[in-house]
């Protein structure tokens, strides 16, 4: 596989023949991809928490309302305790994955710390858990039309409505989800 196959800093929109609840309807950005594999971020899945009872979990303490309020996301249905800050203004951070020049994953308690202060970064999404693929699996997904992909787009990740993402991610394509067939198959 060539570097340019890989789908790193992509979006992965889930096709509606993709029954697997775990990402049923959804758009995952694609942080890593390479010979070993991928891992990702689901970028529209809420939890029932907000970002104030992850910082008071981690002992950090925010007076700012909007940011306690800020919603959580379910990254993917791996390491659910573990959180993943992806984010614009890269910033330095302890512990960061650069996945373009504009956008990193940060999973140091260093980014929490100053988020909770105010002084993070201005447009990020908090998550837990992540989605990951071993060597392989998904390219085998993507000959099986599991998952539309397009290129990423920040302005998606960080500024449209949540319920809008996977609607949003197919039209940068070109592609009206409503008339996406939930029927596959191979000609």
């Not at 023949?17 to 899945?45: K, W």
């Not at 997904?141 to 990740?157: D, F, G, H, V, Y």
């Amino acid at each position: 596989m060539n570097k340019q196959d890989f789908l790193a800093d992509r979006f992965l929109i889930a096709m509606p023949t993709l029954a697997d609840p775990n990402f049923s309807q959804t758009v995952t950005y694609i942080c890593e991809h390479n010979p070993q594999g991928a891992m990702g971020i689901v970028i529209n899945r809420r939890m029932e928490i907000q970002l104030g009872d992850v910082l008071q979990q981690l002992d950090f303490e925010t007076c700012d309302k909007n940011i306690a309020a800020r919603e959580v996301y379910l990254g993917g249905p791996v390491l659910q305790e573990r959180g993943f800050v992806v984010h614009r203004s890269i910033g330095e951070w302890e512990t960061s994955l650069i996945v373009n020049d504009d956008i990193a994953v940060t999973t140091s308690r260093d980014i929490l710390a100053a988020i909770s202060a105010g002084q993070g970064p201005a447009e990020f999404l908090v998550a837990l858990g992540y989605a990951g693929w071993g060597a392989g699996q998904l390219e085998a997904e993507m000959a099986e039309n599991a998952w539309l992909t397009s290129p990423a787009n920040a302005e998606i990740i960080f500024n449209t409505p949540l319920e809008r993402r996977w609607h949003e991610a197919a039209r940068s394509i070109g592609i009206d989800p409503g008339q996406i067939s939930s029927y596959s198959g191979h000609a």
